[in-house]
């Protein structure tokens, strides 16, 4: 969920919208997002399975060392959702 | 700032947070020639997140936010025109060279001086279903709610009562987060009784000497199971946060072969190291920042600009002038650790 209003950090700020594709459908994000926080802000909450016991992951590092929220990106694998900034248009595919 | 590298520089800095940048800011003041390794994509460590005022003294930029502090340093480092690598990792370390992975090779550098200021990651804690979607680093969650406004769910539990905790549980209770509880192993309270008595007033359950059992949940977080006093209790949550401390992030040291000695003080594995920050090991080798046991950013910045100084003072580079100032710093530094 988005957190919109914070009383030390103030009202979100209005940002440029940015539209995005996940699993086949079109979701909405603002400038700056990382694709992580695009798909929590989403209610997205699973981020992957894990290879062989298929075990729903997701983030929790944050700083990309764990790969827990590695996803496809525009034809790119494992790419760390946490340190990668949403950008109009990108692909996004869950592994 | 240039992407461009020389082959050799009197000092390259490994890690672009408050020591690294201070390290690289100094050493380049006073004459060496350097460059600055990162592997994010930009500069700044866990500055680039810090929202809040840091307090203080002026030497600390006292008053502004981490990462307004973060900007300051890097404007620093392009007036001086150093070099600076970003999304570039450092794989391993000889005596007088390392290895970078950066644009889709790798590269070997040669050094004098290295400075490694690496930082600190987060103590994990394992228990039953802790890979569940919802569970998470107290760091990220941080990030998550208070730089990206985002959050993974409505309530949360917290594992830990340190400062870093208490403090995340107030800031997650501003954001609209309900806070559960706060898990604590130990029979007392780790952080300071003025963080938490704020969360105490708000309502909030501490339990401790509490273990935890299980996480509960199928595809990701639904509950906690945690044993506290005998009695085992559930709790429903969305997400379980672990704020279980920091540990100095020093898998390079590692590959380098350099020792690390058990520190009951930081309850971590640290380097052996002078008052120059010279490690004893290696002369070549300079420390900073939370590497070198985890502490807080302003003893960051006086340990960078420390390692900055030590490294020119011993390539012949500082003028006899400056000697005074190594001296300085050190005073800063056991003035700032008698306060903690």
Not at chain 1, 59 to 64: A, K, L, M, N
Not at chain 2, 193 to 206: D, F, M, Q, S, T
Not at chain 2, 228 to 245: F, L, Q, R, V, W
Not at chain 2, 267 to 284: G, T
Request: net charge neutral; with cysteine.
């Amino acid at each position: 969920m988005r957190i919109f209003s914070h009383p030390i950090l103030g009202p979100l700020e209005i940002k440029k919208e940015i539209k995005f594709e996940f699993n086949g459908r079109k979701y909405k994000a603002f400038e700056g997002d990382t694709i992580a926080s695009a798909l929590i802000a989403n209610d997205i909450i699973i981020f992957r399975q894990s290879e062989i016991k298929k075990e729903p992951r997701a983030i929790f590092c944050g700083i990309g060392k764990c790969n827990d929220c590695n996803m496809t990106v525009n034809g790119t694998r494992n790419v760390k959702t946490c340190k990668t900034k949403v950008k109009e248009g990108m692909v996004i595919k869950s592994e | 700032m240039n992407n461009s590298v020389n082959e050799s520089y009197d000092v390259i800095v490994i890690g672009g947070g408050p020591a690294g940048m201070t390290a690289a800011i100094n050493a380049k003041k006073f004459g060496a020639s350097v460059l600055i390794v990162d592997e994010n994509d930009e500069l700044g460590g866990q500055l680039v997140k810090q929202t809040h005022k840091f307090f203080g003294s002026k030497m600390h930029y006292a008053g502004y936010r981490g990462f307004e502090i973060g900007n300051i340093l890097k404007e620093e480092l392009v007036e001086l025109e150093v070099d600076v690598l970003k999304n570039a990792v450092v794989w391993h370390i000889e005596d007088d060279e390392v290895f970078i992975s950066f644009n889709d090779t790798s590269s070997n550098i040669k050094f004098k001086k290295i400075i490694i200021a690496t930082g600190a990651k987060e103590r994990p804690i394992f228990f039953p279903g802790w890979t569940l979607p919802g569970v998470l680093f107290v760091g990220a969650l941080q990030t998550l709610v208070n730089l990206y406004r985002v959050s993974p769910g409505k309530s949360a539990v917290i594992i830990g009562s340190g400062n870093v905790g208490l403090i995340v549980s107030y800031q997650l209770i501003q954001a609209g987060i309900e806070v559960k509880a706060v898990i604590e192993k130990t029979n007392k309270i780790g952080g300071y009784r003025v963080h938490e008595n704020k969360i105490k007033k708000l309502g909030v359950p501490i339990f401790l000497s509490a273990e935890i059992k299980s996480a509960l949940g199928d595809k990701y977080v639904e509950g906690i199971e945690i044993i506290s006093n005998g009695k085992t209790k559930t709790i429903n949550t969305d997400i379980i946060c672990i704020a279980a401390g920091m540990l100095s992030q020093n898998i390079l040291l590692r590959t380098a072969d350099i020792n690390l000695v058990y520190s009951e003080t930081y309850n971590d594995y640290l380097p052996i190291f002078n008052d120059e920050q010279i490690l004893l090991e290696n002369k070549n080798f300079i420390v900073a920042g939370d590497v070198c046991g985890v502490e807080e950013a302003s003893i960051a910045i006086e340990e960078g600009r420390l390692a900055g100084l030590s490294c020119c003072e011993h390539l012949g580079l500082l003028d006899q002038k400056y000697n005074d100032l190594i001296f300085e710093i050190q005073k800063r530094l056991s003035e700032l650790r008698d306060a903690r």
